[in-house]
């Protein structure tokens, strides 16, 4: 009697376990599959993206007073310095440095000039004067400055403000009253300038404030610099 021969015998082969995915079935990230992070620019690009437009403008003012200073010309480099704190008040870190070479200038003009003669040199002189709490002696050199060129806010306002810290409220009110006739843009400035604020409650400076504007095809624009201190 024949044999039944039996088949060959396959090969079995592992069937392959599950593979990990990158999410779960309740819809979650698998913990074994880490995703990128965000990539973030590097602190130094971030910090020049947030930087100001007007940095440029205020730095590029600041090296002008600079080279000037350097030069000895100690008036024309001041003029810059304020110009700085006056335009862009935002710049604050930069203010510090400003502030550091403004009072150099400053000592520096005052050893040279013993006796202001220009209208120039006594603008100057009132400045530093008013810096110093030196009201007596600001008003003496505006008043020159004001006989001179009676049209000249500049030295009009900062009689205003050498009255005001003096107490004297009636000549401030008059002096910044005659400084934004000639020149409107003195209102803004008197609005927020704090060395006016002795002033600040006095019906009659409030209403000098809130005149209606003149037109004046000739004005000037508003150079008081600010304070130093």
């Known amino acids: 009697m024949a044999k039944q021969r039996r088949p060959p015998a396959r090969s079995v082969k592992a069937h392959p376990g599950p593979q990990p995915t990158s999410s779960r079935s309740d819809g979650g990230l ?18 020049a993206a947030e930087r100001r437009s007007t940095y440029i403008e205020a730095v590029a003012l600041y090296e002008q007073g600079l080279e000037k200073l350097q030069r000895h ?116 400035l008197a609005k927020t300038d704090p060395d006016l604020d002795p002033v600040r409650d006095d019906d009659a400076f409030r209403a000098a404030l809130e005149a209606p504007a003149v037109y004046r095809p000739d004005r000037r624009r508003p150079l008081r610099p600010r304070s130093a201190r």
């Open 30 to 47: 698998n913990p074994l599959v880490q995703m990128p992070a965000a990539s973030q620019p590097p602190p130094q690009a971030q910090r």
């Open 73 to 188: 010309d100690y008036h024309g480099a001041a003029a810059l310095f304020e110009s700085v704190l006056v335009r862009y008040s935002e710049e604050k870190e930069l203010h510090e440095r400003v502030k550091l070479y403004l009072n150099v200038c400053q000592r520096q003009a005052l050893s040279s000039v013993s006796a202001p003669h220009t209208v120039e040199e006594r603008l100057y002189a009132s400045t530093l004067a008013l810096n110093g709490g030196r009201y007596d002696e600001a008003i003496s050199h505006l008043r020159l400055v004001r006989d001179e060129d009676p049209d000249n806010d500049h030295a009009l306002y900062m009689l205003a403000v050498a009255h005001a810290q003096r107490g004297e409220f009636a000549e401030a009110v008059a002096h910044v009253e005659r400084a934004i006739a000639i020149n409107p843009e003195n209102r803004a």
